[in-house]
């Protein structure tokens, strides 16, 4: 089991571009997450995906949008990337027992120059 | 919505010592709190976690405690060891469909 993969692990943009951050999961989990991690500030919840076909909002949205596209594929997407958005982005799945609680891909580092 | 806030930011230990950290949270709908750890350049990893039915859990070198009343929660990690040197993040959640972290505290365990 690969669990959750994410892609690309590194990435540079221009301010202004956009890009897609692509995460997949194969334990059958439900739910789904996107985080930024910044120093001092922890892990900050972007967006999530209760259940396939449902998104809402976290702690900080504003600049990003998501696509759950099944139950195994939950994208985050960049329309105009800002240095604010420099950071270390995870992205997590679970399901609905909580047995195990989160089990977190390996993370992108996204540089906004 | 859920605020967590942890203490300290920062802590040194000598190797063979106890460690505790310690978090607030303000939804007192919260009923679900995990400890995650973080090596320096990995993931996130599930230490151990307690549900808000329970007023304390072990697993080996770790307990976590729960206060409702006051909505704290604390870790205490003992007979510490240097690969406990890491980050550790204390969380809440509320109905189980997403987790609120706190900001991190960085461990260091000196041998």
């Known amino acids: 089991n690969a669990g959750v993969t994410q892609t690309p692990k590194f990435q540079v943009l221009k301010t202004g571009q956009s890009m897609t951050l692509q995460c997949a999961q194969d334990?059958?989990?439900?739910?789904m997450y996107w985080y930024r991690q910044d120093p001092g500030m922890g892990l900050r919840l972007i967006y999530y995906?209760?259940?396939?076909?449902?998104?809402d909002k976290g702690e900080v949205p504003n600049g990003y949008n998501v696509s759950r596209l099944n139950k195994r594929e939950f994208s985050l997407r960049l329309e105009s990337a800002a240095p604010s958005q420099t950071s270390v982005y995870f992205c997590a799945s679970s399901d609905y027992s909580w047995v195990d609680g989160y089990t977190f891909g390996s993370g992108t580092r996204l540089t906004v120059v | 919505g859920e605020n967590v806030e942890q203490h300290p930011s920062t802590l040194s230990v000598q190797e063979g010592d106890s460690a505790v950290i310690k978090c607030t949270y303000s939804d007192s709908a919260s009923n679900y709190f995990p400890w995650y750890k973080q090596e320096l350049g990995k993931r996130p990893q599930l230490i151990i976690d307690?549900?808000?039915?329970?007023g304390e859990k072990k697993d080996q070198r770790i307990a976590v405690t729960l206060n409702k009343t006051a909505k704290h929660f604390s870790l205490h990690i003992t007979e510490t060891q240097p690969e406990d040197s890491a980050v550790y993040f204390c969380a809440a959640s509320t109905s189980y469909d997403k987790v609120i972290f706190g900001p991190g505290t960085s461990l260091s365990v000196i041998p």
């Open positions: 995906s209760a259940s396939e076909g449902t998104t």
């Open positions: 334990m059958n989990h439900n739910s």
């Open positions: 307690i549900r808000s039915n329970v």
